[in-house]
C-alpha cells in the first residue's frame, strides 16, 4: 500500500502562544516545511487573542494549502481559567481550518507523546529529541510549543488512516467515556 503525499499543519494551541508546524510527507520520507509560534501574550483582550489566532492559522492555510489538519486537545489543568482559554484557542484554531474546508484530526497528549517515544508519559525534552532524530533536524534552538505542534503532525502521518475521529467526549467502546478512562490511568489527579 502507498502513502499519499500530503502535507500536514500541527497545531499545539494555546491563549498566548500556539505552536504550529508543516510537515510534508512523501511516501515514507518526511520534511519540516515551517515550524514556529504564533505569539499574543502581548494582546490584553482574550477576544482580540483569539482573533489573531483565529487570523494567523487561516494566513498559514491559505499560504502552505496543507492537505490536514491535526490540533492536540486539552484535557486537564490545574486552573479551570486557563483551561476555559485553552479550550477557545483551541476553537479558534478548529474554527480557522474548518472555515478553509480542511480535515481537522483531534489527538490527545497522550497519543502524541507515545506515537514519538512509546511513552504516553514522556517529558517534552524527550518528544523534542526523538523528533530531532527521526526528523534530521536540530530542536535545540525551536520553542517546545512548536516542537509540540510538530509532534502532533508527525502522530497524524504516522497513524494514517488508522485514526479515530471520535469526539474526546464520546464513549470508547469499553464502556467508559473518554473523561472515565483519564481518571483511571491519572488517579493521581484527582482531589
Not at 71 to 99: F, S, W
Not at 131 to 142: G, H, P, R, V
Request: proline share 4%; charged share 25%.
Amino acid at each position: 500500500m502507498s502513502v499519499k503525499n500530503k502535507v500536514i499543519l500541527g497545531i499545539d494551541p494555546g491563549s498566548r502562544r500556539t505552536g504550529f508546524a508543516l510537515l510534508m510527507q512523501e511516501g515514507n520520507r518526511f520534511e519540516t516545511l515551517q515550524i514556529g509560534v504564533i505569539k499574543s501574550e502581548s494582546i490584553e483582550d482574550h477576544s482580540q487573542r483569539l482573533r489573531h489566532i483565529y487570523d494567523e492559522i487561516s494566513t498559514l492555510i491559505k499560504r502552505h494549502s496543507p492537505d490536514e489538519c491535526a490540533i492536540e486537545t486539552p484535557v486537564y489543568g490545574k486552573d479551570p481559567l486557563a483551561m476555559l482559554k485553552l479550550g477557545r484557542a483551541q476553537a479558534a484554531c478548529i474554527l480557522a481550518i474548518v472555515n478553509q474546508e480542511v480535515e481537522v484530526t483531534e489527538y490527545y497528549p497522550k497519543a502524541v507523546k507515545k506515537s514519538i517515544t512509546g511513552n504516553g508519559n514522556a517529558a517534552k525534552e524527550q518528544v523534542a529529541y526523538m523528533l530531532a532524530k527521526l526528523l534530521n533536524m536540530d530542536t535545540e534552538n525551536i520553542s517546545r510549543d512548536a516542537t509540540d505542534a510538530l509532534a502532533v503532525a508527525w502522530c497524524h502521518a504516522i497513524r494514517g488512516d488508522d485514526v479515530t475521529t471520535e469526539s474526546p467526549l464520546k464513549r470508547t467502546g469499553r464502556g467508559r467515556t473518554a473523561w472515565g478512562d483519564f481518571v483511571n490511568t491519572n488517579p493521581e489527579r484527582i482531589r
